[in-house]
């Protein structure tokens, strides 16, 4: 009966110890539920609601998350996208905004992070999901795409464009941060044992991240960033990010035509015999009264990272490895499937060219960050497997239970991401006659008619989204 | 385990807890200090902004004849904002604009009102409450004839130990009439934050 108080005691001491680590990361706190079940899994009806076009409801199942918790950004990007579906740019603009306001205050603080350092602490006795949060590069020039639209459907092109250089600063600091940080972390995972064999238990997410050369740079951003601009009249800004996006889809004929013609009207004499040889002449040649129409078509649902478990081996000790099984996040191989949109107009089909792969970025994103994910898990093994330990030493068999069931119960992969995104964007671009047009677009099964207005040398761009059964358009006139 | 130990360790997590919470204060400052919460533009950017630019107006050569004989007329279109933040350059304007006016060589017309003005003459017409012969005649209001115009473009570097943003402040006045740009001026503004070592 002694020792079964003193082993209490033990125990208690043990959790009091819980208690300090998570409240020294203090200030941010950790929900409870993130520990234990994973961001995708909470997610799940949201996706569902979004996906039947249900935008209000979705909104109303995204839990609430206070300023100071690890996911709180992440929330407010997932709110903020739903807004914009709602048409409610006002809201999703100040969300959107409010996110930004937490990435500056991120980007101000000290080098060293105290709070930093005891979060680290924490996610090794439960899981990566108790370290906060930090938006992409990718998902970051597609908060700023949002909210350049979020400016410019509240008719304020000047904010738009703000918001279009804040993104174009996003992909070029991600280009020069990304280059040093990826050839260091390839070097150190290469000399890790655990190499091979994560190899082989690692499915390969090639498939998705397809030939793109890097996960950060998003030519939907650039090419919005490149309308924009010449809507404004900077056609030579305009020309520069047409380049940059064509850099990324070389085969997008869109966007061949799109650098063809500036370079035409820039009088870019080298350029305009680079790309003159590459894609030909330029096609329609500006004829009188016309108006030129873009369609940004977003489809489908980005995916979401699902829980795997691996066998890896660990050297314990000197010479020990034992293989221990731990849980990483993983993009299964199951690609959206890529479906062309189709505008016809006057009889003709003009079939929709891709201009970003969302999936690709993210898995790209992902598989930059593993060998990080992968030196944490097992410094949290080891130390999982020392608690155990202990608290079999101290609790005897029901120490030994306790600590086995915390440790499977808090092995779960850090499967967030931001959810409500689309998976692929898509263009159409087209010069027409000046006046009234109907046309049809149907994109993955839904079809919908296009009442549009098109005002001499003007450009008229129509944002589509195609979401599960729901196709909306909203048509700015710039 | 100890007790004092025991209230020691209960003692710590609470001020843990607790130590994120801190008491608001208010307090009144000195408006035109200097402020250097972050790199972004702030109001201290703005009075140098907009002292800078009046003084350099008000002092040139060519104004001065200009505004010799006569108090020229302006409109201020407006400052485009072409950096990487969200300012209200309406508020830029309107602080040059006002101390201009102040120094007694300038008239102003104002084209951010011309609506409200309208309807307030259409109301002296047509709405039957004023008297017809002190309603204010249409059509005889002045034209300007200088345009003052400007951008604010900005460059933003940084790397892990500091920030670096520079503004480049640009204003031009145009004769309306000849199309000429009578004056112009820059201010440039370089701020950068480095950053602390360590940091809670």
């Known amino acids: 009966m002694v020792n079964f108080i003193f082993m209490f005691k033990r125990l208690f001491r043990i959790s009091l110890f819980f208690i300090i680590g998570f409240a020294l990361s203090g200030c941010s706190s950790t929900q409870f539920q993130d520990l234990f079940s994973g961001y995708a899994k909470q997610m799940e009806k949201v996706r569902q609601a979004q996906l039947q076009g249900d935008f209000t409801r979705a909104q109303a199942l995204i839990t609430n998350r206070q300023k100071g918790d690890n996911n709180y950004a992440l929330s407010m990007l997932e709110r903020a996208r739903l807004q914009y579906l709602l048409n409610d740019w006002q809201k999703s603009r100040d969300d959107f905004s409010l996110v930004y306001k937490t990435l500056e205050e991120e980007r101000e603080k000290a080098k060293i992070q105290i709070s930093k350092g005891l979060k680290q602490v924490g996610a090794v006795i439960s899981n990566d999901n108790a370290i906060r949060y930090e938006i992409p590069a990718y998902e970051q020039s597609m908060m700023h795409s949002y909210q350049a639209l979020n400016y410019l459907n509240l008719g304020d092109l000047e904010g738009a464009l703000v918001e279009i250089r804040r993104a174009n600063l996003v992909q070029a600091q991600a280009l020069k941060d990304n280059q040093s940080s990826i050839d260091e972390a390839e070097l150190d995972f290469n000399r890790n044992a655990l190499d091979s064999a994560l190899q082989n238990a690692y499915p390969s997410m090639d498939l998705m991240t397809g030939d793109l050369k890097n996960g950060f740079q998003n030519a939907y951003t650039f090419y919005l960033s490149g309308i924009l601009y010449e809507a404004a009249g900077q056609v030579n800004d305009a020309y520069i990010d047409y380049k940059k996006a064509l850099e990324i889809y070389p085969d997008n004929h869109y966007l061949q035509q799109d650098v063809l013609r500036l370079a035409t009207k820039l009088v870019m004499v080298d350029d305009l015999e680079h790309f003159s040889q590459l894609f030909g002449p330029l096609k329609d040649k500006a004829v009188e009264v016309v108006g030129e129409v873009v369609l940004l078509i977003e489809q489908g649902m980005v995916n979401v990272k699902d829980d795997l478990s691996v066998h890896l081996p660990i050297f314990y000790f000197y010479d020990d490895a034992r293989y221990f099984s731990f849980s990483l996040p993983v993009y299964r191989d199951d690609v959206y499937g890529y479906k062309e949109a189709i505008l016809t107009f006057d009889q003709t089909e003009y079939r929709g060219a891709e201009i970003v792969k969302l999936q690709s970025l993210a898995s790209k994103s992902l598989s930059d960050k593993l060998p990080a994910m992968v030196a944490r898990q097992a410094v949290r093994v080891i130390a999982k497997e020392q608690l155990r330990k202990q608290m079999s030493k101290n609790g005897g068999d029901i120490g030994n239970i306790l600590a086995n069931l915390y440790n499977i119960a808090s092995e779960q992969a850090d499967t967030r991401s931001w959810l409500t995104l689309p998976n692929n964007m898509q263009i159409v671009r087209l010069t027409l006659p000046v006046g009234k047009h109907e046309m049809s677009l149907s994109v993955a099964g839904q079809s919908q008619t296009i009442d549009i207005d098109v005002n001499k040398n003007r450009l008229t761009l129509v944002n589509v989204s195609a979401v599960g059964s729901v196709l909306n358009y909203h048509i700015n006139e710039l | ?200």
């Not at chain 2, 409450?129 to 473009?153: C, E, H, W």
């Open chain 2, 1 to 200: 385990m100890n007790k004092s130990m025991m209230y020691a360790v209960v003692g710590f997590v609470a001020i843990m807890t607790t130590g994120c919470a801190n008491k608001a204060v208010v307090r009144y400052g000195d408006a035109n200090a200097v402020e250097t919460v972050d790199t972004n533009f702030g109001s201290t950017d703005l009075q140098q902004v907009a002292k800078q630019m009046t003084s350099s107006l008000v002092l040139s050569p060519v104004v001065g004849t200009l505004t010799a004989n006569s108090r020229p007329i302006i409109f201020v279109e407006r400052i485009k904002n072409k950096t990487s933040e969200h300012i209200d350059t309406e508020s830029i304007t309107d602080s040059i604009s006002t101390k201009l006016l102040q120094s007694g060589k300038f008239r102003f017309v104002d084209m951010t009102r011309v609506e409200a003005a309208r309807e307030q003459l259409e109301f002296q017409h047509g709405g039957g409450m004023v008297d017809p012969n002190t309603a204010i005649k249409f059509g005889r209001q002045i034209g300007a004839q200088y345009m003052l115009y400007g951008n604010l473009s900005s460059i933003v570097k940084s790397n892990i130990d500091k920030t670096d943003v520079y503004y480049k402040f640009t204003m031009r006045l145009m004769d309306l009439e000849s199309g000429l740009v009578e004056w112009a001026d820059e201010t440039e503004i370089r701020k950068t934050k480095s950053k602390e070592n360590v940091g809670w």
